[in-house]
């Protein structure tokens, strides 16, 4: 997976895998890393941007879609999720 350059959104980025991730994807070389959390107070990761994200609420999805509009690729939407959640998850390319 070549992410180099790549603007990328990971949802789930506050802590465990979905930090993992988005921190691999920093060291991978990718331009812009957004990390989608519920809650961003006291986030501090370097190179990454922490965005406000609640993937069972629409209205969030849609803020936090037009907050990382420049991305280029993003998660890959579990079954588990809302339905709204995984439609919008779609505009985005899979790296």
């Given at each position: 997976?070549?992410?180099?350059n790549?603007t990328?959104?990971?949802?789930?980025?506050?802590?465990?895998?979905?930090?993992?991730?988005?921190r691999e994807a920093h060291r991978r070389?990718?331009?812009k890393?957004?990390a989608?959390?519920?809650?961003?107070?006291?986030?501090n990761e370097?190179?990454?941007?922490?965005?406000k994200?609640?993937?069972?609420?629409p209205?969030?999805?849609?803020?936090?879609?037009?907050l990382a509009?420049d991305?280029?690729?993003?998660p890959?939407?579990?079954r588990h999720r809302?339905?709204e959640a995984?439609?919008?998850?779609r505009r985005?390319?899979?790296c």
């Amino acid at each position: 997976m070549d992410i180099k350059n790549a603007t990328v959104f990971i949802t789930g980025a506050n802590r465990g895998l979905g930090l993992a991730f988005a921190r691999e994807a920093h060291r991978r070389g990718a331009a812009k890393v957004y990390a989608g959390m519920r809650k961003t107070d006291g986030f501090n990761e370097p190179g990454i941007i922490p965005v406000k994200i609640d993937v069972t609420d629409p209205a969030s999805i849609a803020a936090a879609a037009a907050l990382a509009a420049d991305a280029t690729c993003g998660p890959i939407a579990p079954r588990h999720r809302p339905r709204e959640a995984r439609r919008s998850e779609r505009r985005y390319r899979r790296c």
